[in-house]
């Protein structure tokens, strides 16, 4: 059974730092594609980041640039998301999902996890 589990979320302050991860089972993680979306609420999900499973080449979203970095670590089948310099705006529920190539778009993937909600208030 294919199941993709994040963790790692909670409430920051601005400026904080927060590290998710997305855990794999029933399958490897080696052969895909990760994506980190994220969804406020009454707005659309919106890619954040991806790790292509290839060459390990990384995407980032505009609005989090220079502050979020993905990663992998295939040993423990597990991808991290590292959020830094976090802002309000940020605060979101974040999904993880996993497909053959990376895409901004959800419609590219087919694996999902089942969220982690990330807030950054004072």
């Known amino acids: 059974q294919v199941q993709l589990v994040e963790s790692g979320g909670g409430l920051v302050q601005p400026g904080g730092s927060l590290r998710l991860s997305c855990a794999a089972s029933g399958f490897t993680l080696d052969y895909y594609a990760i994506g980190w979306f994220r969804q406020a609420p009454g707005k659309e999900r919106q890619g954040v980041s991806c790790?292509?499973?290839?060459?390990?080449?990384?995407y980032y979203a505009d609005s989090v640039k220079g502050r979020f970095a993905i990663s992998r670590d295939n040993a423990k089948n597990t991808v991290y998301l590292q959020m830094n310099s976090l802002k309000p705006e940020d605060t979101a529920v974040y999904y993880c999902?996993?497909?053959?190539?990376?895409?901004?778009?959800?419609?590219?993937?087919?694996?999902w996890g089942q969220g982690t909600q990330v807030t950054v208030s004072s």
């Open positions: 790790i292509s499973s290839s060459d390990g080449s990384t």
């Open positions: 999902a996993a497909d053959l190539h990376c895409s901004g778009s959800v419609l590219g993937f087919n694996y």
